[in-house]
Each structure stands twice: as C-alpha cells, then as structure tokens.
C-alpha cells in the first residue's frame, strides 16, 4: 500500500500518529506536512519529538522558519515555512544542508518553497473533521514507501 488514511478523534490520536511515524521512519526522511493552520501539523511534529526522545516544548517555527532538535538516534528539522517568501533566503540560511542522509526534516507548509525543497519521502495531510481531524499518508519514494510498510505492521 502506499496511500494509509484514516481518523484522529482527538489531539491524542494525532500525537499517537506522529509518534507511530517515529518508529517507522528511517535518518534522510523527508516528510511533507500539508493542512490548513490548526489541522494539526505541529501537533503531529510533537508527538513524533517526543516519541524520538525530545522532552521539552516543541514550538512552531512561525518566524525563524527552521527549529532543529538533535536527539539521540538522529537531528530533526522542523520548518515552518508559512512566512517564508524570499528564494534568495533559502540559499543565504544554508537550508539546503540541512536535507541529508542523517537528518529528519518535517516541513509545515512546503508549498511555500516550491521548488527550492527536496522532494518529499512521505506527504502527510490533514484536515478538520467534526471535532477531530483526519489523515492521509501517501509514500512518494522507496524509502517513503518502507516507512509506510513499516508503519502498517
Ligand atoms: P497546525 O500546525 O496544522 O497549524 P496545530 O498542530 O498547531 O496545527 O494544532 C491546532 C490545534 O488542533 C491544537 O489546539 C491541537 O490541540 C488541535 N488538534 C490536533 N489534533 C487534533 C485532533 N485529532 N482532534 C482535535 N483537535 C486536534
Ligand atoms: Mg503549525
């Protein structure tokens, strides 16, 4: 399968995705996180950090675009690129070595960096559904695609 969807009743659930996701996922993961503001990406980003064995906040990188967490098994980048705008920007930050083999980047708004980005293992989605939410992970990449497998066993 490479398309896994489902629904999330309560932000418990959407933390218990991301730490789901956690176990499945291997260092060099890209991960698209696509939903409109309040559908739970960052909340999904917390429960992935916390299940990798981040304690502490996890705060939204509104206006620094990029929060890195070096955790035990491997660094995650967390970017929010809502109010990025300027391509010359990606370049002058240095974002593109944050992307590689050792690292995790979970990316909230990538449209916003079209083109710029590396393409996505895994594209995550998430929209409000009654009081909850719902999900769907799609596998873009072999490597998005044993995540997944992994993720459904
Ligand atoms: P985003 O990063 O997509 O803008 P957030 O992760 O900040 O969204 O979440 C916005 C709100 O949605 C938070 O108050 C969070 O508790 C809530 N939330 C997250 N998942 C769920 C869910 N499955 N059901 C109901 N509320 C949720
Ligand atoms: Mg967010």
Known sequence: TSVRQGSLPDEDATLALGAALAHAIAPGTVIYLWGDLGAGKTTLSRGLLTA????GRVK???YTLVESYPLASLTVHH???????DPEEWEDAGFRDYFGPDTLCLVEWPDKAEGLL???DLVVELA?????????ITAQTDIGQSCLTRLST
């Open 52 to 55: 990798l064995g981040h304690h």
């Open 60 to 62: 939204s990188p509104t």
């Open 128 to 136: 409000v559904a009654g009081s909850g939410r719902s999900y769907r």
């Open 79 to 85: 970017f929010d690129l809502y109010r990025f705008a």
């Open 118 to 120: 590396p393409r996505a």
